[in-house]
C-alpha cells in the first residue's frame, strides 16, 4: 500500500493565480481530511469528507473549495490564492468503525504564494 | 469549547535519560486522545492513543502516554531518549462532531542532546 500519497511536494504562485492540491488514498478509508500547518500553531482543519459526494467545512475553509468524487482521491482546490496561504497542505484519511479512530497523513505540499 | 494545550514549546533532554512532553485537553465527554510525531519535512506519523480502559498506553518507538483524568492531561513519555526521537510532536483529542476529527495542539519540539 502506498497509503496517504500528496502531489506536488512543493508549489510557488503567484497571488491570484489558482492551483489543484491533489490527494489519494488506496486504503479505502471514507473519511478524508485537509489541514494547513503553520509555524507554531499546529493543524487547522480546512475540509473533511466522510465519503464519495460529501464534505464539510472545517475550522479554516475560506479561500479554499474541495470535491470528492470518489473514495480514493480528494482534491484541494485554491481559486485566488493569496500570500496568507502560504503554509504546509497535509492530507489525511481515516477508517469508520469502532477504535479505528485514528488519522494516516500524506506528506504534504508545501506551498508559497507571492 | 474543545481544545489541548501543550505548554511547552520546546523540550531539552540528554540521550539515555527519560522524556516527558505534556499535554492536557478540554473536551465534552469521554475523550480519545493521540499523539504524532513529526520528522523533518514529513507528514505526522500515529504514535498511540488512548481510547478506554488502562491509563497507560503503550505505542510505537517504545513510547507511552499515561490518561489522567482528574488532570485532564496526557503526557507522553519514554523511558530512555535517543537522539533519533528529535522531531515535532502534537498531542490530538477527538472532536465530539465525530467523524473522527481532530483538535490539535500547537506541537512540542523535542530536541535529545547526545
Known amino acids: 500500500n502506498a497509503g496517504v500519497t500528496q502531489t506536488p511536494k512543493f508549489r510557488v504562485l503567484k497571488t491570484g493565480q489558482s492551483m489543484t492540491l491533489l490527494c489519494a488514498q488506496d486504503?479505502?478509508?471514507?473519511?478524508m481530511y485537509w489541514y494547513r500547518q503553520d509555524p507554531g500553531m499546529g493543524l487547522k482543519l480546512i475540509y473533511y469528507?466522510?465519503?464519495?459526494?460529501?464534505?464539510d467545512k472545517g475550522e479554516v475553509p475560506n479561500g479554499y473549495n474541495v470535491s470528492r468524487s470518489t473514495t480514493e482521491d480528494f482534491p484541494l482546490r485554491l481559486e485566488l490564492a493569496a500570500p496568507s496561504q502560504t503554509s504546509v497542505y497535509f492530507c489525511a484519511s481515516s477508517l469508520t468503525g469502532q477504535y479505528s479512530y485514528e488519522q494516516y497523513f500524506g506528506p504534504g505540499t508545501r506551498l508559497t504564494v507571492t | 469549547a474543545q481544545s489541548v494545550a501543550q505548554p511547552e514549546d520546546q523540550v531539552n533532554v540528554a540521550e539515555g535519560n527519560p522524556l516527558t512532553v505534556k499535554c492536557t485537553y478540554s473536551v465534552s465527554g469521554n475523550p480519545y486522545l493521540f499523539w504524532y510525531v513529526q520528522y523533518p519535512n514529513r507528514g505526522l506519523q500515529f504514535l498511540l492513543k488512548?481510547?478506554?480502559?488502562?491509563?497507560l498506553v503503550k505505542g510505537s518507538y517504545g513510547f507511552e502516554a499515561e490518561f489522567n483524568k482528574s488532570q485532564t492531561s496526557f503526557h507522553l513519555k519514554k523511558p530512555s531518549a535517543l537522539v533519533s526521537d528529535s522531531a515535532l510532536y502534537f498531542c490530538a483529542v477527538r472532536d465530539a462532531g465525530g467523524y473522527n476529527k481532530l483538535i490539535f495542539g500547537a506541537g512540542t519540539r523535542l530536541a535529545v542532546h547526545p
Open positions: 486504503m479505502n478509508h471514507e473519511y
Open positions: 488512548y481510547i478506554t480502559g488502562d491509563n
Open positions: 469528507s466522510v465519503g464519495a459526494g460529501i464534505t
